[in-house]
C-alpha cells in the first residue's frame, strides 16, 4: 500500500526583518486625564507610560497592518509575491469574515498567500512566531508575514480608570524566512483557563442597553500578579529552552504592559544590567498584540539593539494565555 509524501523544510527559520505602523494620533497624559479621573504622575509611575498613539481619520487595524506589512516586506528586499503566507494576530476585529488577514492581503496586493487569524491578545504575536517557525521547518510555507495589528482605543471604556489611559493603536509586522543557522528557539506556550475571565471584550450580542459597542474589561491586579510570578517563570523556561545561560542574552523584549512587571521579571531571571530593555510601553501604551514587533522594531531602529544579537520575546494577556521564544534579531 502506497504510503503519503511527507512535506519537509528549512532545518531553522529566522526573522528577516521588521515593519511598524502606529496611530498617527499622540495623546499624552495629560490629555487622556481631561478624559479620567487620574494624573501624569500616577501613570508614569504604576505603569511607565508617557503618551499613547490612538489612530485617526482613515487609519484602521487593516490599514496599519498593511503599511507595517509593507515595510516589512521593503526591508527584507523582497516583493509581496514572494509571501506565501500571512498570519495576523489581533483582538480588535469587529468583522469575522473574512479573516483580517484576507482584508491586509488584499490591501497590500500579495497574489494568493494563506491567510488566516490569531486570536490571542498580547500573546498573539509569539503565537503568529512560533507557527511560522513550524510551517517553515515543516515545508508548508517559505516565506511568512506574521503581524499583530490593533485599534483598541474605540473599545475603550472613558468612565473606567483602570483601563482606559493603558491600551493604544497600532501594527508591527515580520518577515520570517528559511534559514541555514538556529535564529527562532523553542517556543514555550499555555495558558491558564482558570483565569479566563480576568480580561475580556464584551460579547456583541449581550451589550447594555445604550451600549453600542464592547468595551475592554480587565482585573489589573490580578493580571499584575500571575504576569510577575506564571509568566516569570515560564520567561525563564524559555531563556532555558533555548540553551541560553542569563548573561548569554543580549535583548528582553516582553510585552509592554507595565515597566514593574518588566522590572520584577528581569530581577527574577537575574538578567545581567547591561541588557537592552525594550520600553516602548513609554510613547506607546500597550497596544496589546502589536507591543512585541513594534518594540522589536523599536530596539532595532534606535541602534540600542543590533543584527545578530540574542533577544527573549514573551507575550502574555487575556485567555490567560502566554507564549515566548528567544530569536536571533534581523
Ligand atoms: C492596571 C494597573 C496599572 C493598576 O495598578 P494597580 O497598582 O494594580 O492599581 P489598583 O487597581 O490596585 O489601584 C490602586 C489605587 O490607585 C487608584 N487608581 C486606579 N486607577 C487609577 C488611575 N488611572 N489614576 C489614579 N488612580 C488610580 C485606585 O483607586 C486605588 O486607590 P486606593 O488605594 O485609594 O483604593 C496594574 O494593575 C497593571 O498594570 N496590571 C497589569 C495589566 C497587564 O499586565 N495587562 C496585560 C494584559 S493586556
Redesign the pocket.
Same mark, same amino acid.
Given at each position: 500500500m502506497a504510503t503519503l509524501a511527507m512535506s519537509s523544510g528549512s532545518t531553522s527559520a529566522r526573522i528577516i526583518s521588521t515593519g511598524a505602523a502606529r496611530g498617527s494620533r499622540v495623546v499624552d497624559n495629560d490629555e487622556i486625564c481631561t478624559m479620567?479621573?487620574?494624573?501624569d504622575e500616577? /501613570?508614569r509611575q504604576?505603569?511607565g507610560i508617557t503618551q499613547r498613539h490612538w489612530v485617526a481619520e482613515g487609519e484602521t487595524a487593516v490599514t496599519l497592518a498593511a503599511d507595517a506589512c509593507r515595510q516589512a516586506v521593503e526591508r527584507a528586499g523582497m516583493t509581496l509575491d514572494q509571501i506565501d503566507t500571512l498570519i495576523l494576530a489581533t483582538v480588535s476585529n469587529s468583522q469575522q469574515m473574512p479573516s483580517m488577514a484576507a482584508r491586509v492581503a488584499q490591501e497590500l496586493g500579495c497574489p494568493s498567500p494563506a491567510v488566516f487569524d490569531i486570536s490571542a491578545?498580547?500573546a498573539g504575536f509569539c503565537h503568529g512566531v512560533a507557527l511560522a517557525d513550524s510551517l517553515i521547518r515543516t515545508g508548508t510555507s517559505t516565506h511568512v508575514l506574521v503581524v499583530g495589528t490593533e485599534v483598541l482605543s474605540p473599545y475603550l471604556d472613558m468612565a473606567d480608570?483602570?483601563?482606559?489611559? /493603558?491600551?493604544s493603536d497600532g501594527a508591527g509586522a515580520v518577515v520570517i524566512g528559511p534559514s541555514e543557522v538556529p535564529a527562532i528557539g523553542p517556543t514555550i506556550w499555555g495558558s491558564d483557563p482558570s483565569h479566563s475571565e480576568v480580561?475580556t471584550l464584551d460579547d456583541w450580542e449581550s451589550l447594555v442597553d445604550g451600549q453600542e459597542r464592547p468595551y475592554l474589561r480587565?482585573e489589573?491586579?490580578k493580571?499584575?500578579r500571575w504576569?510577575t510570578t506564571f509568566v516569570a517563570e515560564r520567561t525563564r523556561e524559555t531563556l532555558e529552552a533555548a540553551g541560553l545561560a542569563p548573561e548569554e542574552l543580549d535583548v528582553f523584549i516582553p510585552?509592554q504592559?507595565?515597566n514593574?512587571?518588566t522590572d520584577s521579571t528581569l530581577r527574577q531571571l537575574k538578567l545581567p544590567e547591561g541588557i537592552v530593555v525594550a520600553r516602548d510601553i513609554a510613547q506607546m501604551g500597550?497596544s496589546?498584540a502589536a507591543s512585541i514587533p513594534l518594540a522589536l522594531d523599536a530596539v532595532l531602529q534606535s541602534g540600542e539593539a543590533r543584527s545578530g544579537q540574542k533577544a527573549l520575546l514573551m507575550g502574555?494577556?487575556?485567555g490567560l494565555a502566554y507564549a515566548g521564544q528567544v530569536v536571533v534579531l534581523p
Amino acid at each position: 500500500m502506497a504510503t503519503l509524501a511527507m512535506s519537509s523544510g528549512s532545518t531553522s527559520a529566522r526573522i528577516i526583518s521588521t515593519g511598524a505602523a502606529r496611530g498617527s494620533r499622540v495623546v499624552d497624559n495629560d490629555e487622556i486625564c481631561t478624559m479620567i479621573d487620574s494624573n501624569d504622575e500616577w /501613570i508614569r509611575q504604576r505603569t511607565g507610560i508617557t503618551q499613547r498613539h490612538w489612530v485617526a481619520e482613515g487609519e484602521t487595524a487593516v490599514t496599519l497592518a498593511a503599511d507595517a506589512c509593507r515595510q516589512a516586506v521593503e526591508r527584507a528586499g523582497m516583493t509581496l509575491d514572494q509571501i506565501d503566507t500571512l498570519i495576523l494576530a489581533t483582538v480588535s476585529n469587529s468583522q469575522q469574515m473574512p479573516s483580517m488577514a484576507a482584508r491586509v492581503a488584499q490591501e497590500l496586493g500579495c497574489p494568493s498567500p494563506a491567510v488566516f487569524d490569531i486570536s490571542a491578545a498580547c500573546a498573539g504575536f509569539c503565537h503568529g512566531v512560533a507557527l511560522a517557525d513550524s510551517l517553515i521547518r515543516t515545508g508548508t510555507s517559505t516565506h511568512v508575514l506574521v503581524v499583530g495589528t490593533e485599534v483598541l482605543s474605540p473599545y475603550l471604556d472613558m468612565a473606567d480608570r483602570g483601563t482606559a489611559f /493603558i491600551f493604544s493603536d497600532g501594527a508591527g509586522a515580520v518577515v520570517i524566512g528559511p534559514s541555514e543557522v538556529p535564529a527562532i528557539g523553542p517556543t514555550i506556550w499555555g495558558s491558564d483557563p482558570s483565569h479566563s475571565e480576568v480580561i475580556t471584550l464584551d460579547d456583541w450580542e449581550s451589550l447594555v442597553d445604550g451600549q453600542e459597542r464592547p468595551y475592554l474589561r480587565m482585573e489589573g491586579t490580578k493580571v499584575f500578579r500571575w504576569a510577575t510570578t506564571f509568566v516569570a517563570e515560564r520567561t525563564r523556561e524559555t531563556l532555558e529552552a533555548a540553551g541560553l545561560a542569563p548573561e548569554e542574552l543580549d535583548v528582553f523584549i516582553p510585552h509592554q504592559a507595565n515597566n514593574r512587571i518588566t522590572d520584577s521579571t528581569l530581577r527574577q531571571l537575574k538578567l545581567p544590567e547591561g541588557i537592552v530593555v525594550a520600553r516602548d510601553i513609554a510613547q506607546m501604551g500597550n497596544s496589546s498584540a502589536a507591543s512585541i514587533p513594534l518594540a522589536l522594531d523599536a530596539v532595532l531602529q534606535s541602534g540600542e539593539a543590533r543584527s545578530g544579537q540574542k533577544a527573549l520575546l514573551m507575550g502574555f494577556g487575556a485567555g490567560l494565555a502566554y507564549a515566548g521564544q528567544v530569536v536571533v534579531l534581523p
